[in-house]
């Protein structure tokens, strides 16, 4: 069974400070994603990683995969108010094709002005 | 960019009603899903569908039913409504991009309460 563990689950962060969030994943996967999730939005898509050693950077964010050690990380660089939100890594199982995600339970960021 | 629509977006409902929560998209997409999400918490699977006529259980058993008779149409039904149901669901599509993978598009949601 899939499992994806998010640390930290809660964080409050002042601006212009630098922060990562950590995704570790229990099977093999080739693809994982970030996604970002307003209070009481849906979700949006940041970030589909597919291979060991992606990196993709958008604005403040940058997100990591390590497929070897099942982790990826979403680093956000000199921190700003607009990007607090619950931000979510989700999995797909290895060669799952279209079978869903597994999601973890998501990082709640606040970011104090 | 996929066009997701569920409704309705917000629902208070009795015990004991049969409801029916809409989800439709206009891009085409063969694979549409159902996610429930409690405040706060994580998303899980409901159910899945690979095109029409093609209906499976997601990892979350759920007493919901869901039905895909068209592609572009994915509605999900509560037979009998109980405060349990108490919940958001999220619809989602998804389509296979080269360099991208399978990418999934998530609708506005819809959140229910059932009195």
């Known amino acids: 069974e899939l499992k994806v563990e998010q640390n930290p689950l809660f964080l409050s962060m002042q601006e212009g400070k630098n922060y990562t969030i950590y995704c570790n994943y229990s099977t093999t996967s080739d693809r994982l994603y970030w996604y970002r999730q307003d209070p009481g939005k849906s979700l949006e898509s940041l970030f589909v990683l597919l291979s060991n050693g992606a990196v993709k950077q958008e604005g403040r964010l940058m997100a990591s995969l390590d497929t070897k050690a099942r982790l990826s990380t979403l680093h956000i660089t000199a921190a700003v108010h607009d990007l607090s939100a619950t931000y979510f890594c989700?999995?797909?199982?290895?060669?799952?094709?279209?079978?869903?995600?597994?999601f973890g339970k998501g990082t709640h960021l606040i970011i104090q002005p | 960019e996929a066009d997701i629509y569920q409704t309705p977006r917000y629902l208070v409902i009795g015990t004991g009603k049969k409801i029916t929560l809409e989800c439709s998209q206009t891009m085409g997409h063969d694979k549409m899903y159902w996610y429930q999400q409690d405040p706060g918490m994580e998303l899980h699977l409901i159910h899945y569908s690979y095109g029409v006529n093609s209906t499976e259980k997601g990892d979350l058993s759920s007493e919901s039913t869901v039905s895909r008779i068209r592609t572009e149409h994915f509605p999900l039904t509560l037979e009998s409504a109980r405060p349990s149901h108490t919940s958001q669901y999220l619809c989602?599509?998804?389509?296979?991009?080269?360099?991208?993978?399978?990418?999934?598009?998530f609708g506005p949601g819809t959140r229910l309460l059932v009195l």
């Open positions: 989700a999995v797909a199982p290895l060669g799952g094709g279209a079978d869903g995600l597994t």
């Open positions: 989602a599509s998804s389509e296979y991009r080269i360099a991208m993978g399978e990418t999934q598009y």
